[in-house]
C-alpha cells in the first residue's frame, strides 16, 4: 500500500554538545553558519532534566543543524549524560500545516508506534516518536514565521552562553543574567517600542 507524504524535508538535526564555546565557534566562525534561533528552557522537560538552551545554526534551503548545552552538565562525570544524549539526538521533519502534523500523529497513533508527545515551542508545534530502532523523530510545523528580532534573540543568548560557558560553573540563571545585560547594553537609550534589528 502506497501512502503519500506530507512533509517538506528536514527542519533540523539536533545533538547535544558539552563544549558550546567551541561548537559556536566551529559552525558559525569557521563554517559561516549563521545562528538563526534559539530556544532558553527553564523547567522543560522530565523530572531531573537539566535547563538548557537549544541554538540553531542556518545550513541552507530551509535546513538547521542545532545543538543543546545542559546547564550543570559535567561532561564525562554526570551519570545523567547518557540519558541526555540519548533524549537530545533526533532528526525534525519539516511539516507545512496543522492538517499535516496531525494527519502524522492519526497514522503513528494507529500503528505499533504511536505519538509519544505533542508539544508547542516557541515558533513551532511538534509530535515525537522513537522509531524502531529507538531514533527520536520530530515532526514539526511552523507556528508564525521567523523574524528578524528572533535573529536578534538568537545572537544575543548565544553570544550570553559563550561568556556564561568561561565561568567555572555556569547556570541558567547566570546565562539569563548575562543575556539580560546584553539586551541593555544594545539598546541602552533606545526609545521605548524600538524595533530590534
Known amino acids: ?80 549524560i547518557p540519558e541526555l544524549i540519548h533524549r537530545a539526538r533526533h532528526l525534525a521533519i519539516h511539516v507545512g500545516t496543522e492538517e499535516d502534523l496531525m494527519e502524522y500523529r492519526r497514522r503513528l497513533d494507529a500503528s505499533n508506534w504511536p505519538c509519544e508527545l505533542q508539544v508547542r515551542h516557541e515558533t513551532v508545534e511538534s509530535i515525537y516518536v522513537h522509531d524502531p530502532n529507538g531514533y527520536l523523530i520530530e515532526f514539526a510545523r511552523p507556528l508564525r514565521a521567523i523574524t528578524p528580532e528572533d535573529d536578534v534573540d538568537a545572537n544575543l543568548s548565544v ?31 533606545e526609545p521605548a517600542g524600538v524595533t530590534l534589528v
Open 1 to 80: 500500500m502506497t501512502q503519500s507524504h506530507l512533509v517538506r524535508g528536514v527542519d533540523h538535526a539536533a545533538f547535544p554538545t558539552f563544549a558550546p564555546k567551541e561548537t559556536i565557534h566551529f559552525y558559525r566562525d569557521v563554517l559561516g553558519f549563521p545562528v538563526v534561533h534559539a530556544t532558553c528552557a527553564l523547567g522543560w522537560g522530565p523530572a531531573r532534566h537539566p535547563d538548557f538552551i537549544h541554538f540553531f545554526f542556518d545550513i541552507g534551503q530551509g535546513d538547521r543543524l542545532a545543538f543543546f548545552y545542559y546547564f550543570g552538565v559535567e561532561p564525562y562525570r554526570d551519570d545523567n
Open 159 to 189: 553570544e550570553a552562553l559563550l561568556a556564561v560557558a568561561d565561568e567555572p560553573a555556569p547556570t541558567f540563571a547566570r546565562f539569563l543574567e548575562l543575556k539580560a545585560e546584553l539586551i541593555a547594553e544594545r539598546f541602552a537609550g
